[in-house]
């Protein structure tokens, strides 16, 4: 399988609405699939259809080999979701180390509802690798927003690689962070998981400009424009 990601003519309507439409996008394994455009242009919409949370109203889409919607639950699996708002919110009253827990006890099997001490130091290796230090007692809320965003990716791969490995990571709104540094921070370590593991990981990302991706040369990304489509 050479391809993470293929869509042809991708539908979403919502009511007399078009989120996006004749939408054409294609990824490789291992490589970095960025959906850019403004505000209500239909990237988050976009991003959760490539994640199978989402079910487009037409077109054909697979994703690692996995058809939507029809095999959706298996796409599931194999997609990380970073923390997103109104879907998986980390909780800010946690410590770094309690988040970390309790993203693990979830996704271990039902017999064993507690968190072995060199899984926690996993997580967190995971994500001071992406991040730099994050302190284990530091509460989610007082987590500076580039290392906030790093450590939700972390826990996105907890679930997924339980399960086996993780195929697709998928992080909304890199925009939300509004100093340049902060992206760029971001964009290099998303960048440096992208072909990481086996099955190398494929890293779909939405954000409203993606001009500070020109600091990377890399010719596995693809840019789908939203606002040209």
Not at 9 to 28: I, K, M, P, T, W
Request: with cysteine; glycine share 6%.
């Amino acid at each position: 399988m050479d391809a993470a990601v293929v869509g042809h003519g991708l539908e979403l309507r919502h009511r007399s609405a078009v989120v996006f439409q004749d939408l054409d996008v294609r990824v490789g394994v291992g490589g970095m699939l960025v959906l850019a455009g403004p505000a209500r242009a239909g990237k988050t919409a976009l991003l959760l259809t490539l994640a199978g949370r989402m079910r487009a109203t037409g077109g054909k889409l697979t994703v690692s080999g996995f058809a939507l919607p029809r095999e959706a639950s298996r796409v599931r699996r194999v997609v990380a979701l970073a923390e997103l708002a109104k879907v998986n919110p980390l909780d800010d009253t946690l410590t770094v180390e309690q988040q970390a827990t309790e993203a693990i006890v979830l996704a271990a099997p039902w017999y064993r509802p507690w968190a072995r001490a060199a899984e926690i130091d996993a997580v967190l290796s995971t994500a001071r690798a992406l991040a730099g230090e994050i302190p284990a007692r530091s509460l989610i809320c007082d987590l500076d927003p580039a290392a906030r965003l790093l450590f939700g990716v972390a826990l996105a791969l907890v679930p997924a690689r339980a399960a086996g490995s993780a195929a697709v990571l998928a992080v909304d709104d890199v925009d939300l962070l509004r100093d340049v540094e902060d992206r760029r921070r971001v964009w290099a370590a998303l960048s440096s998981l992208a072909g990481s593991g086996e099955p190398p990981l494929t890293v779909i990302a939405a954000c409203q400009n993606h001009h500070e991706l020109t600091a990377i040369e890399d010719d596995r990304v693809v840019i789908v424009d939203l606002e040209r489509c």
